[in-house]
Nanobody, 122 residues
């Protein structure tokens, strides 16, 4: 059971990146998948989540209208399209599989990818 995140990098403010999270094993049957981020010296925070059963999506207020989460169930992959990036979006981004509980709480997720660094320069 693994999650493999990729797609991070260095981009100028206003630019775009697309993160991918490929799931293998039984993780592929999880209904809710999420993205979190953690900046240096800060706690890990919820960014976005998507529910497989009805394609419901949830977002951190500061990314609404700029980020879009989507999933390709056939490929067992979740994406995070990030547009209009800002320096404050700089962080390590993690994908995670939801186990139970509140969707925006990190402790509701039990399987985590290795993280991918996103750096936005001003």
């Amino acid at each position: 059971v693994q999650l493999q995140a990729s797609g991070g990098g260095l981009v100028q403010a206003g630019g775009s990146l697309r993160l991918s999270c490929a799931a293998s094993g039984r993780t592929s049957i999880r209904n809710l998948m999420g993205w979190f981020r953690q900046a240096p010296g800060k706690e890990r925070e919820f960014v976005a989540a998507i529910r497989r059963s009805d394609d419901s999506t949830y977002y951190l207020d500061s990314v609404k209208g700029r980020f879009t989460i989507s999933r390709d169930n056939a490929k067992n992959t979740v994406y995070l399209q990030m547009n209009s990036l800002r320096p404050e979006d700089t962080a390590v981004y993690y994908c995670a599989a939801h186990l139970g509980g509140t969707y925006y709480q990190p402790n509701s997720y039990d399987i985590w990818g290795q993280g991918t660094q996103v750096t936005v320069s001003s």
